[in-house]
């Protein structure tokens, strides 16, 4: 009957524990002001929020590259950033389960036994030798211990932990979204520069024939040291760009083998003679939905809600503890027989401890705390203002690439046009072979201005879908 009252106590102590108040703020998650449209161009629409869009989103396949796709796949796999932001990740969550534990009893046994030589008188347990009597004892014991979470240290502790963790897992997705990006950003810039690499070839071999040319006719009198001397600095001009291209083209296949976990030595990309740039069309209008499934802005927010939580930790300090403890066990002269019950032992007793003067500490822990979450609000707002900046800056690139691309798109077509009256009045005998290698130049170096800002427009897509957490396509941005 006794033990039943008991076990009806303690089970009565930890609903108490589990359902009881909690001091301390309850976390809201700070208000801010957002715009209605964005100033670059594209309308800002009201939508619900989709936290886990990053971590589900397959953006890239909007490039339609294959090979593009094989890179980030291999980057996920091998990643030394991502492989470490995984473990940070696995870290948080021990956090969380080492936080759960503190709700729970602690239970304890153990077994001992002694023998040893004594000077006392001899008893049941003893044996007489020379020297004195032969002692020997045997006990095992059960014990517990438990403090009763009646003012929410502990759920406050979890609470704080799990939005640590839940930070964590941003900051993985953004870590995952970051190296993706840079992927991506390598791979459209070396195929950038295997198109310069071309047509700077290209340029080369035409600009010596034309040097070739002016050297014979200034040999024969009829083209002056200037123009030799002209002719010589275009073709040494292409040749020092040349080795530009190819030295940047080296280092970003360089830096994508880091990106994919393996040693610069260990990896190549062929170079592709041609390539067609095909990034996924800007939407017209973005719903505001986006900025909140950003990997940056997600974690901040849950750093708010963990020092929101770490508050309530400190506030428990002022309220007493109330420990719990039981033990029960038998103790006797020999294994044999331990468990009889004469021999058992038992004690159980509450112990009740408060903090009478601490000289401020526990007030300071509590302006701490409080400091600690105002600054994670500046910190998250100031999160979203520099996401709002970073969407504007990309979208402000895209527009103006675009009409850049527009522009030297028709630059290059009036240009073939011109080549091609140029090879026709040659065939007719008007035009020399000097001239036609001339406007060849020059629609060389005006195809080459159309595929580098049309590398940039590509890469500038990428940017823009870091920007806003991984994409802005339908099915990805409703998780369907």
Partial sequence: MMMGRRAAYLVLLLSLSISGCM???????????????????????????????????????????????????????????????????????????????????????????????????????????????VEQS???????????????LVRRGIESSQASAQASDA??????????????????????????IRLLEQQQRINQQLLDMIQTEYTQGTASNDQLLLAQDELTRVVAALQTSQRSREQFEHALAVLLGVAPAQFSLAPLDSFAFNPPATPLSLPSGLLQRRPDVVAAERSVAAANAKIGVAEAAFYPNLDLTAQA????????????????????????????????????????????????????????????????????????????????????????????????????????????????LILLQTEQSLRDTQGQLAQGSVALIQSLGGGWQGERLTGK
């Fill in 329 to 440: 066990g038998y103790t006797g002269s020999a294994l044999g027989g331990l468990f009889s019950l004469p021999k058992r032992i038992w004690s159980v007793g509450p112990a009740l401890a408060e903090t009478l003067f601490d000289g401020g500490a526990r007030s300071a822990a509590v302006k701490a705390a409080e400091a600690s979450y105002d600054e994670e609000v500046a910190n998250y707002r100031g999160t979203v203002l520099g996401a709002l900046q970073n969407v504007e800056d990309n979208l402000s690139a895209l527009n103006h690439l675009q009409t850049q691309a527009q522009a030297y798109q028709q630059i290059y077509q009036r240009n073939q046009q011109l080549f091609g009256s140029q090879q026709a009045q040659q065939k007719a005998g008007t035009v020399s072979l000097q001239g036609v290698l001339t406007q060849q």
């Fill in 171 to 196: 900051l993985l997705a953004g870590v995952r979204l970051s190296i993706g990006g840079s992927v991506a950003g390598n791979y459209f810039g070396i195929r950038q520069l295997d198109m310069d």
């Fill in 23 to 133: 001091v301390g703020p309850d976390y809201r998650k700070p208000p801010i002001a957002l715009p209605q449209t964005f100033k670059e161009g594209a309308q800002w629409q009201r939508a619900a929020a989709n936290p886990q869009g990053a971590l589900d989103s397959q953006w890239w396949l909007d490039y339609h590259d294959p090979t593009l796709n094989d890179l980030m796949l291999r980057a996920a796999r091998a990643n030394q950033s991502i492989v470490a932001a995984e473990a940070a990740y696995r870290l948080a969550q021990a956090q969380v389960a080492s936080s759960r534990a503190g709700l729970w009893p602690t239970v304890t046994a153990g077994l001992s036994g002694s023998r040893g030589v004594g000077r006392s008188g001899g008893t049941a347990s003893t044996t007489s030798t020379s020297s004195g009597s």
């Fill in 138 to 152: 045997v006990s095992a014991t059960l014990g517990a211990s438990w403090e009763p979470d009646l003012w929410g």
